[in-house]
Every structure is written in structure tokens, then in C-alpha cells.
């Protein structure tokens, strides 16, 4: 209520309604709860657009370092962001990538024949340890070829030993051109053995047919040797409940492939080849 004095000495009142006076305070009020809502729901966007585009890289970054000082490099860091978190994923993908063929390099220094680019004994013992576990736990199938050049002690004291090396060199590659690198093993001067699994297991009788084929091939369009080239080959397939170890299959193979140097010698004896 507003009460004022006339010059007549009466005096007026003028009331208002409190809700009036109040009016424009309780806008405003209501303007700043407002702007404080827009601006708090702003702001929990922003935190989780933030928290997506730095947390989250951060947490793969973190979780793929853990992955990494384990031993697994199989790592995927899916940040590709322009920002600084982007700059650091990126630096982290190509050290995982160098990583991964820097230890491949090794492995394969580790693992691979110097001469003939087969797999070496480092893996062929590897290879078998794994094979027996597989007989252990009774999940084995597999063949093993056993193989070894005929005369190369000859060939050596003959011609010497870079002409025994081209020979093993030869040897090597029509073997692992028929049965595949992987496959190959080079455990000896000039022996080798081949382990079969999977589809080249069900397949191990063509195999063979394509590594005697290869040999005829070669010594038909020889050039490089006064003599055929003679691979000795044998052959055996794991018997579940007879071989105990690797070792079982190995020795019948190696039975068999004397027995091929054999007779291979005496076919080349009867030529009026080397015997």
C-alpha cells in the first residue's frame, strides 16, 4: 500500500497486489534457473563429449600398454582424433607395428634355416613338444616325412663343399615347394622332415606324389649336376594307441626313408650312376 497527503489535508491509499510487486523478481528468478539449467545440461555434454574424446582413448591406451607388457601385440586403438590424445594413439599404433616386425624379424632369425630358408631345429623342437602334448591329451593327428640327399659326402669330397650346398639348396626347395615352407624342417647337414596336419594331413599321398614328381622334374631339366638328384623319402602316420610320443613316429619314418636311400642307390648302381 502506497498512502500519500493531499493539499486539501485528505489523504489517498493506493494498494497493489504483492504477486505485482513480486513480478519482475520472480522473472528474473526464473530466467536465471533457467539459464543455470541450460547451462548445467551444456555443460554435462560437453563432460561426456570430453570424457569419450580423451578419457576413453586414454583407457584403450592404458588397457593396450597392459596387453602389451604381457606379450599381446594384437592391440586395436581405434582413436583418430587430430588433438594431442590422437597424436599419442597414432605414435602408439607404429610402435606396436615396429614392434610386432622387430619381433617377427627375430623369430625369424630364431627359427630359420641361414642356408635353405626351411624351418630349423629351434622349431622343429618346438614343433614336436607341441605335437606330444597333442598325443597326451589325445588330439594328435598327424604324418611325418622323413628325408635326406643321397651321395653328398661324395659330392663334398669330389667337387667340394659350396657344390654339396647348391645340392642341399635344391633339395630344400623342390621339398618345400611340394609340402610348403612351414611345413619343412631342416634337422640335419643334409636331412630334413616334414610334419603334416590339417588339410595337408588328409592330403599327405598327393603331397608325396607331387614331391616325387618335382624331383623327376628337376633331374629332367638338370644342368647344373653331372648326377640326378636323389631324395631319399619315408613316410609314416601316427597310430593313436601305439605311438606314446613323436619320437614312435619318427623312427618308423626314418626306417622307411634308409630303406628308400637304399634302393635308390641300387637303381643308380644299375644306371651306371653314382651308388
Known amino acids: 500500500m502506497v498512502l500519500r497527503k493531499l493539499i486539501n489535508d ?21 530466467q536465471v534457473a533457467l539459464s543455470l539449467i541450460v547451462i548445467m545440461l551444456i555443460a554435462i555434454l560437453l563432460t561426456i563429449h570430453l570424457s569419450r574424446m580423451v578419457v576413453r582413448p586414454l583407457k584403450q591406451l592404458t588397457e593396450a ?13 581405434e582413436c583418430r582424433t587430430k588433438d594431442e590424445v590422437g597424436v599419442l594413439a ?10 610386432k616386425q622387430y619381433i617377427d624379424y627375430i623369430n625369424h632369425l630364431a ?8 624351418q630349423n631345429k629351434t622349431a622343429y623342437a618346438d614343433r ?8 597326451k591329451e589325445g588330439g594328435a593327428a598327424f604324418a611325418v616325412v622323413v628325408l635326406d640327399l ?16 647348391m645340392l642341399i639348396v635344391d633339395a630344400a626347395a623342390i621339398i618345400q615347394k611340394s609340402f610348403g615352407r612351414l611345413s619343412v624342417y631342416r634337422i640335419g647337414g643334409d636331412e630334413f622332415s616334414v610334419i603334416l596336419t ?18 623327376d622334374r628337376f633331374n629332367a631339366g638338370n644342368k647344373k649336376y653331372q648326377e640326378k638328384l636323389q631324395i631319399a623319402c619315408g613316410v609314416a602316420v601316427y597310430a593313436e594307441g601305439t605311438d606314446k610320443n613323436f619320437g614312435d613316429v619318427f623312427r618308423r619314418g626314418d626306417k622307411e626313408m634308409y ?15 653314382i651308388g
Open 111 to 118: 627359427y630359420t634355416d641361414a642356408l635353405t630358408n626351411a
Open 65 to 77: 600398454a597392459g596387453k602389451i607388457s604381457e606379450g599381446d601385440l594384437s592391440v586395436s586403438i
Open 10 to 30: 485528505m489523504k489517498i491509499g493506493v494498494t497493489v497486489p504483492s504477486e505485482k510487486i513480486d513480478e519482475p523478481k520472480n522473472k528474473l528468478i526464473s
Open 198 to 215: 590339417g588339410d595337408d594331413y588328409d592330403n599327405y599321398r598327393k603331397l608325396l606324389q607331387k614331391f616325387h614328381e618335382e624331383v
Open 90 to 99: 597414432e605414435s602408439f599404433r607404429r610402435t606396436v607395428k615396429h614392434l
Open 128 to 135: 614336436t613338444n607341441r605335437l606330444d602334448l597333442d598325443i
Open 259 to 273: 630303406e628308400n636311400k637304399i634302393m635308390l642307390k641300387q637303381k643308380a648302381k644299375e644306371a651306371g650312376q
Open 150 to 165: 643321397n651321395n653328398l659326402k661324395k659330392m663334398n669330397d669330389t667337387y667340394g663343399h659350396e657344390y654339396g650346398d
